[in-house]
């Protein structure tokens, strides 16, 4: 009879390289490892229900790892965090946590809780009008990059060097009633490096080429991934970030100008390891599983 203790649900979006890298992870482990779509993710309230991501499998699983946060729509979205709220405060140990998720998927908040803890943060302008953004692009140095609000792996990034540029892109984000981010564009030499955090320590590090007349350092972008040494500094940092946002796994993206200033880009709280994994060797998925095991509730 499988010890549903030792069992670990992993909300996720598909069953892709990630999750199937889990399952290999899981098996090596001897963990019971449960891939639950985000839409099956139910709730009951009265009558002593409790909610539930699998009602046959809650009640007895180790912890929830969220694996991944599908795009939906906005009470779609509040709903899955909600119910995440609810099963952390019934005593289930999700990772992250739902806050953490919460923090690091919004960059304007992810910044301020960078800031305040005492990590350089590139300087940004967030507002809702196209005419304060222009006042923001030419108070940030005329080049800038427009980012969306909640985005990842480089999509929806516009680096704007002109005025009229920036009049365009700001005008089509305010009619389409986005808000406004802007960020003074750091120097980095097409480089930047993504650390790996689990439980307050860095697992491994990459540094992400981008390629010839590419400023983004994503991988899913193009860039290189290349195994490097963890700078102690860096690490640091990384760890800092992670603990602002409140997240146990993390990947922290770290820019070093051409100066040699380092600023803290990114905090990722469900983050992707393939080409961590691919480039240093390490097995990441085993690394998130062991610790997802040490935070069961038994």
């Known amino acids: 009879m499988v010890d549903r203790r030792r069992q670990v649900i992993a909300l996720v979006s598909g069953l892709g390289w990630h999750v199937q890298d889990l399952q290999r992870a899981a098996r090596d482990l001897d963990l019971e490892f449960v891939a639950v779509p985000f839409p099956a993710l139910e709730a009951r309230v009265g009558a002593g229900n409790s909610t539930q991501a699998d009602r046959r499998l809650l009640d007895s699983a180790g912890a929830i ?126 480089q930047d490096t993504r650390l790996f955090v689990i439980g307050g320590q860095v697992i491994g590090a990459i540094r992400r080429q981008a390629p010839a007349g590419e400023w983004r350092t994503n991988v899913a972008q193009g860039a290189r991934a290349v195994a490097i040494p963890v700078d102690l500094e860096l690490a640091s940092q990384a760890v800092r970030a992670a603990a602002a946002v409140g997240a146990e796994l993390a990947g922290v993206d770290i820019v070093r100008t051409v100066e040699g200033a380092d600023y803290v880009i990114e905090v990722n709280a469900v983050p992707g390891w393939k080409a961590l994994a691919q480039a240093t060797g390490i097995d990441v998925a085993k690394a998130i599983l062991s610790h997802v095991r040490g935070r069961f509730r038994c």
């Open 65 to 190: 790892l969220v694996r991944m946060m599908p795009p939906g729509s906005l009470e779609q979205v509040v709903y899955r965090m909600d119910a995440l709220h609810r099963l952390e405060r019934l005593g289930v140990p999700v990772l992250n946590s739902p806050r953490a998720v919460e923090t690091a998927v919004d960059k304007y908040l992810t910044l301020v809780r960078l800031q305040a803890e005492g990590l350089q943060v590139p300087e940004t302008w967030v507002g809702e009008t196209a005419e304060a953004a222009l006042a923001a692009f030419d108070e940030l140095g005329g080049d800038v990059v427009i980012k969306p609000l909640f985005g990842s792996e480089g999509r929806g990034l516009v680096r704007v060097t002109d005025r009229e540029t920036a009049w365009r892109v700001a005008h089509a984000l305010q009619r389409v009633g986005s808000v406004l981010y802007l960020q003074k564009f750091l120097p980095h030499g097409g």
